[in-house]
């Protein structure tokens, strides 16, 4: 479903700020794997995000999606295969229309217009019965402004949005980094619910070793613009977080030292 071919992304070539992101990353993802990308700041997580999605291209390389080769493609081209999440709550919602309304926004991008206007009673019910699998009450709120929603509402209702339309890959860029832990592991729930729901290919970066381990059935850790463990079935099961340090320091032959990562 996704492959990504030895990418390269630098920024800043030929200054002093020179910064190589992504050195030689390969990833294939088959359809339905839900794969947790992990490691410390500056490691190539968020660049390998982007890079998929298109928010700038990568120096060599290619990447594709559902066999489509979307490597030169700008970022509102690949729109249609993907759905995404980003860390800050105030993104991927329209402050200032109702919970339905962007929920209809949502089903109907990408589709042709046509006259017919407002939405219909069939298509409340359906936003009803989507919105109590998250368990928050959203369902009974539908004609309340999405501003009004407190951070994790706003964030459980961008995920319900970017998968409306089951995309063909589901990008998570630290979509519970902002939320207060109780909040986050209602977030996460949900999100495995959906993504296991709809067998969604799925990557998704997090700052919580834990949280890496528990969900989904693969777990990346990036350091140096590289993949440094690659591990997935059983043996992600049985992980344990002092498993996983072990692993990545005999990997990279370092330490791993990032406070933020450790404490997660």
Excluded: C
């Excluded at 700038?56 to 594709?64: P, Q, T």
């Excluded at 019910?125 to 004609?143: H, I, P």
């Excluded at 777990?219 to 977080?241: F, H, R, W």
């Amino acid at each position: 479903m996704l492959e990504i071919k030895n990418i390269f992304k630098t920024f800043n070539p030929g200054t002093v700020n020179q910064k190589t992101a992504l050195n030689g990353v390969s990833l294939t993802l088959n359809e339905g794997d839900f794969v947790t990308v992990i490691g410390g700041n500056g490691a190539g997580k968020s660049t390998l995000l982007n890079a998929v999605a298109g928010t700038w291209l990568v120096d060599s390389g290619s990447i594709s999606i559902g066999g489509v080769d979307v490597t030169h493609l700008p970022e509102h081209k690949r729109a249609k295969f993907i759905g995404r999440v980003f860390q800050d709550p105030m993104l991927g919602t329209a402050a200032t229309m109702q919970i339905e309304e962007n929920l209809a926004l949502a089903q109907r991008r990408g589709k042709p217009r046509t006259l017919h206007a407002g939405i219909t009673a069939g298509e409340r019910e359906q936003y009803k019965e989507l919105l109590k699998t998250l368990g928050l009450g959203l369902e009974e709120r539908l004609t309340a402004r999405v501003g009004l929603l407190s951070g994790g509402q706003r964030q459980a209702l961008t995920l319900l949005m970017a998968t409306l339309q089951k995309p063909k890959l589901l990008l998570l860029d630290e979509h519970t980094a902002a939320l207060d832990p109780k909040t986050a592991a209602k977030v996460l729930e949900a999100t495995q619910t959906i993504v296991s729901r709809d067998n969604l290919t799925t990557l998704m970066i997090t700052h919580n070793m834990r949280d890496a381990i528990t969900y989904g059935n693969r777990l990346i850790m990036m350091y140096e613009g590289k993949i440094a463990v690659d591990v997935s079935g059983e043996d992600k099961k049985n992980l344990t977080v002092e498993d996983l340090m072990q692993m990545f320091e005999k990997a990279a032959g370092a330490a791993l030292a990032n406070d933020r990562l450790l404490l997660g």
